[in-house]
Structures are given as C-alpha cells and as structure tokens.
C-alpha cells in the first residue's frame, strides 16, 4: 500500500497541519468507500449465503467508519459543516436544494456593492 503522502500535490513541508490531517481524512473515506463497494458487489456475485452475509456485514462496518470520518470533516472544517448542514436529513429533491442554494447565492451576489461581483453569465445548465 503506498504511503501517506500519495496524492500530495504541492510539497508536503509546504502544507499546514490541518491541510495535512484533511488530506489524510479524505483519503481514508475514499478507501472505506471503495471498500463498501467491493464487499457490496462481492455480496451480489457470492452465491454462498453465509459467506454472503459476512460479506454485508463487512460493507456495512465500511460504511460505518466512512461517516466517522465525514463527522470528522463535519466538526473541524466549516465548508464541509454547512454542505451536510443543507443536504442532510432533508427531503426536498436534492437538485431542488442545490438549485435553491444557486439561487439564494446569486441573489446576494446581485445585490452586492462591488460591481466585480454582480456580473454573471446566466444559467450553464441545460434544462
């Protein structure tokens, strides 16, 4: 397994502690993940139904250590603590509530007194 560095863009002794223990964090719930999703499709392939259980079972043990880490993110870092303040525990239509937040973001834009942030292009997506 490669080491803690990997993925490092910038020199590690360039990076602040909490950039580094961010980084860390990120990379951990990336492996639960993907480990949530081996077991997952392992569990659909086996055709053993014990093996299959442990199999779900080692998944959700996956899961479980991911949200660990998202509460991590959560309680020290403000853009992850508001993004799961406004999609968590809702339910709105998910698009609905990033369409809002657009919304809502534009319209304190628009009514800003720095001219450099009243310009927009419109709408990029497709309807």
């Given at each position: 397994?490669?080491?803690?560095?990997?993925?490092?863009?910038e020199p590690?002794?360039?990076?602040?502690?909490?950039t580094?223990h961010?980084?860390?964090?990120?990379?951990?719930?990336?492996?639960?993940?993907?480990?949530?999703?081996?077991?997952?499709q392992?569990?659909?392939?086996?055709?053993?139904?014990?093996?299959?259980?442990?199999?779900?079972?080692?998944m959700?043990?996956?899961?479980?250590?991911?949200?660990?880490?998202?509460?991590?993110?959560?309680r020290r870092?403000?853009?992850?603590?508001?993004?799961?303040?406004?999609?968590?525990?809702?339910?709105?239509?998910?698009?609905?509530?990033?369409?809002?937040?657009?919304?809502?973001?534009?319209?304190k834009?628009?009514?800003?007194?720095?001219?450099?942030?009243r310009?927009?292009?419109?709408?990029l997506?497709?309807?």
């Amino acid at each position: 397994m490669a080491g803690s560095s990997e993925g490092y863009h910038e020199p590690l002794n360039e990076l602040s502690t909490e950039t580094r223990h961010m980084h860390q964090a990120l990379v951990s719930l990336q492996e639960e993940l993907e480990a949530a999703d081996w077991y997952r499709q392992r569990a659909d392939a086996c055709a053993d139904p014990e093996l299959k259980a442990i199999l779900l079972h080692n998944m959700r043990e996956e899961i479980e250590h991911a949200c660990m880490i998202l509460e991590w993110l959560r309680r020290r870092n403000s853009d992850f603590a508001e993004q799961l303040q406004t999609y968590l525990y809702t339910e709105a239509s998910i698009v609905s509530i990033e369409e809002d937040a657009t919304d809502a973001t534009s319209d304190k834009a628009g009514a800003s007194d720095d001219p450099t942030r009243r310009f927009t292009i419109g709408d990029l997506k497709r309807r």
